[in-house]
């Protein structure tokens, strides 16, 4: 299953920092508003990174605000988009929000431009230094990691796309599949993948391994034996290690893929 509603980011916040993070309203690029989150980032630790959230299927809550804050403590800027405003308008929405009715209406064609919407808010922020990010990447959880892997073909001149327990062999919102479009992928991957996922079979990462390395895409596959789905969560204490390891390697893949 994907995170439960009082999950929350296997990461301790960073004492000291003046991260931010505020609700606001993006324009997709076909023109339609709708709900975010967005982090600024730390001014002593600004990167010159960005980085798009995409959510588990119950679209922006709270877990992916603190992670989008996390993000930003690291020194990378962060948004994190909602998924539903075509079908359930931009209001805050609570924990009992039936979300699955308004995923089956999700479509790649307007999911991308949301992705794109908030890819150019990111490209339009200016850091500490005065500068935007020089670097967008995307991360994504279940649904948004499929989701994320696929940025990776939809020409948006991303620096690496992320993904935690995103299938990669299943078509959604009418999307291909990731690994059906790996030789068309323009960036870096890294991807994560649980050894016990019920949902997401082992021989299905290393499949995508295999085509990502036959379109010769810079990449990482990794697989935590006997992590299950969803195990980023500061709840599943005992895969603690894994999700730290989870961590250090996203955040220097991000930096490793950014431009001085």
Request: glycine letters at 10%; one cysteine or more; hydrophobic letters at 45%.
């Amino acid at each position: 299953m994907c995170f439960d509603v009082d999950a929350q980011p296997p990461i301790q916040p960073l004492l000291g920092s003046d991260a931010q993070g505020e609700d606001i309203t993006l324009t997709a690029a076909d023109g339609t508003p709708f709900a975010a989150y967005a982090a600024r980032a730390d001014s002593s630790a600004a990167s010159g990174a960005g980085i798009v959230i995409l959510p588990d299927v119950r679209g922006l809550f709270q877990f992916y605000k603190d992670l989008a804050l996390r993000f930003a403590e690291a020194g990378v800027a962060a948004v994190v988009i909602d998924y539903f405003a075509r079908t359930a308008g931009v209001a805050t929405r609570g924990d009992d929000f039936d979300y699955m009715p308004h995923v089956q209406q999700t479509q790649a064609a307007t999911l991308n431009a949301d992705i794109a919407g908030a890819v150019a808010y990111l490209r339009g922020q200016r850091g500490p230094s005065g500068a935007a990010p020089s670097a967008i990447f995307t991360v994504g959880f279940c649904f948004g990691g499929g989701l994320s892997y696929n940025q990776a073909a939809n020409q948006l001149g991303l620096a690496g796309v992320i993904g935690f327990y995103g299938s990669p062999t299943r078509e959604r919102s009418g999307a291909p599949a990731p690994i059906d479009q790996a030789q068309a992928f323009a960036c870096p991957v890294l991807g994560f993948f649980g050894g016990a996922d019920q949902g997401i079979p082992a021989a299905d990462a290393q499949k995508f391994d295999a085509a990502l390395a036959a379109a010769g895409v810079a990449h990482e596959i990794v697989v935590y034996p006997g992590a299950p789905h969803s195990f980023f969560d500061r709840k599943q204490a005992e895969f603690a290690k894994e999700s730290d390891d989870a961590w250090r390697r996203s955040l220097a893949f991000i930096a490793a893929n950014t431009r001085a």
